[in-house]
């Protein structure tokens, strides 16, 4: 993948300096790489990586055999040497396998996983968020999907461990995550509630970090949580108590590239069979602005033009603070036609 250098957006701060203006989205399955995160860290913004399904991502880097050597030299930086060292006499393949080899199948993980399951998770985020944020002192995230739940507690803690700066989270409601992180940083046990079909007891994914690693790690450094909300109902509800409220929301209208919520009313569909989206479709930002706390666009924001704007949006808005989650297409410059945003 070649990435062409993205020089520094000529934009001020929005408010106060600590938060970026602009944030990538993490798109896909390694849609969102190290490498375009890296450079958009690198821009002086938020670079994102996607989080799903780095176990397989990161096992099959290994089976092609690391051309670069970029997720070796990740692993080196894991601070449990042991942890990755299994994991690449497992996946490593040196010279890459055969074309008609076919690759090592990555075990599903389940309510119960295994160690080696949960050390390839935790490894694999490592690995990812380390390589975004080599060499630079820039933002770098991770972006989960909440319906991906098995996969959630390890996966963050590999991110924390590579000191990820922040951690978005939509396609469902998120409201254990701001625990979650908290009880990750100082390495204790912790657990999210499953959803179930039909269940009638409670389900949990359990998930003991000392018990993986074998303990005596400094305490971690806890990420920003960004919730991916759709409509300001969800951004309120997640703000009513402290155990569910995140640092900040997303706010996805309907041309975001994400898991946004369905039309409203009555279903329409346009010529192409794709759904209508109507006024009513979109989120009250008067109503996430007096929530208090800071909050993000996203939908087909990706030209300085739509940065002003939302920005302009912001100051007619009273104390929320607006700015723009855009993608940087691979190859381009951040002021380019906004053809690709997310």
Known sequence: MQLSTVVPLNIESIADSRWPVIIQGGMGVAVSSWQLARVVSQAGQLGVVSGTALDVVIARRLQDGDVNGDTRRALEAFPVPAIAQRVLRRYFRKGGRSPDEPYIPVPKLSMRASAADLELSVVANFAEVWLAKEGHDGLVGINFMEKVQLATASAAYGAMLADVDYVLMGAGIPAEIPRLLDRLAGHEPCSLNLHVAGAT???TADFDPEVLTGGGLAPLRRPTFLAIVSAHVLAAYLSREDA???DGFIVEGPRAGGHNAPARGRPV????G?????????ADLDKVAAIGL????????ASAEQVA????????GGPGRYAVRAVCRVGARPDSAPGDAH
């Open 309 to 316: 704007d939302a920005r302009s949006a912001g100051a007619a």
């Open 294 to 301: 800071p909050f993000w666009l996203a939908g087909g924001y």
């Open 274 to 282: 794709q759904p209508v989206f109507g006024p009513r479709d979109d």
């Open 244 to 246: 569910t409220r995140p």
């Open 201 to 203: 007891v409670t389900y």
């Open 269 to 272: 569909l346009d010529d192409d």
